[in-house]
């Protein structure tokens, strides 16, 4: 067996030592450390990345956040807005539902006013249509011609107690 | 062993050739004589550096093909190395990754038809496992000092069986080199034996050479995993030995 | 294949160191056949070791240490780290 023929050894050894030798200080001093360089560089970029997405993602909800505090903000004071626009409207329907129901009690007022007015005045002519009646009445059935004055008083008394004790 | 037809042996795959020189008749070969097997070893020396300078030229954070394989074989002896030393075995990563790639791509080579296995020769295997073998030693000497002898005392024996059970753990520790060399060295040799011998059948079979062939070819495939899982082992039993050296003693 | 060359390397060993201590001491061929049966306890206990089993390797007293991946012939135990590799170039 060629393997076991001691004379092929020495030449063998030497060449394995050189060539094993320079393939580990080339290994060791050049293929080693740039594939170390680069394998770290990716890691450093992939952890740079990472970080980066990191911190986007929390001003990302830090954006989120206040957006929503302005959101709620902005609609508890539209609902202030709207409270008060109610209110005053309230307010002022009130006042004008006030000063209509015055302005209608003061024209109720005038009208009963009016009402009296004319039926006192009513009344006194009546009272002196009367008078005038009961004198040709008088004349007429009794043939006296009685006294204005007397007549007038008589009238007034008798329709003064009907106008107490009821409708005339 | 069987002949193939002719007067070739199946091991005449294995001669030494002198390529530069002839040699007398009588004449061995001097120290620096170019071999075969020398012409191997340079071109082993010459590929893995062109693999993994010319592979990490671009040197891009997304890589391309060459750059993934060269990052995937320093990863791949990377991850052998934390694993079965921890971290304190980095500084020992150049060596592993030097001798799992010798033995690698000198075991590859030697599948191309024609050419030399130099992994196939006793005394390559043997000075490689010598080296982690001394190597692993010193280590261990140098830091546990005579600490080291306790080593060899198996955990938990009574000091009687002491006088047997040591020179068995002294004999199994010696033993490593040899089977760390024989392991590689006999593999490449039965595969590539066995190749040869089923190749010379071929042709003496005529049409029915089919068969032989179907079977070298499968051969063929399963000397490339053969090629792949001695380097793996030589270098996984290196780290080991390391890691017995660094701890456990 | 493995268990064999265990077996093989610690009965060399063992020979030989047998075979050197009797040329040394003239005395053959009694520390040939101690070391050679103490040759084949070790590698027997090599074995031992590689299958997994009982005293744990030498020195390996934590006995945490990975005993399952030295197995011969079968393709690597998916000691395959950091597979980070995305896609071809």
Known sequence: MPQLDPTVWPTQLFWLAVTFIALYLIVWRVALPRIADVLEARQRKLDDDLKKATALKEEAEQILADYEKLRADAQASAHEVLKTANDALKAEAEQQTAALAAKLAAQTEEAEARIAAAKASALSSLEGTVSEVVMAATEKL????????????????????QAKGGGG | MAEGGGAHSPLEQFEIKSLLTTL?????MGLVTFTNSSLMMV???????????????????????????????????????????????RRYFPIVFTLFMFILFGNLLGMIPYSFTFTSHIIVTFALALIVFIGVTILAFVKHGMHFFSFFVPPGAPVAMWPLLIPIEVISYLSRPISLSVRLFANMLAGHTLLKVIAGFIGLLGVFGVLPFALVVALTGLEILIAFLQAYVFAILTCLYINDALHLH | MRIGVEIVAALIVGVAIGYFLDRWLGTKPWFLLLFFVLGAAAGFMNVFRVVGGL???????????????????????????????NGDG
């Open chain 2, 24 to 28: 007398e008749p009588g004449e061995t």
């Open chain 3, 55 to 85: 005293g744990g390797q030498v020195g390996y007293r934590n006995k945490s240490e990975p005993t399952g991946s030295e197995n011969g012939r079968d393709p690597a135990e998916g000691q395959d780290p950091a597979d980070r590799r």
């Open chain 1, 142 to 161: 009794i043939g006296v011609k009685a006294g204005a004055q007397e007549v007038d008083r008589a009238v007034s008394d008798v329709m003064g107690s």
């Open chain 2, 43 to 89: 071109a082993t020396l010459v590929l893995i550096t062109a693999f993994l300078i010319l592979g990490m030229r671009r040197g891009a954070l997304v890589p391309g093909r060459m750059q993934s394989l060269a990052e995937l074989s320093y990863e791949f002896i990377a991850g052998l190395i934390s694993d079965t030393v921890g971290s304190e075995g």
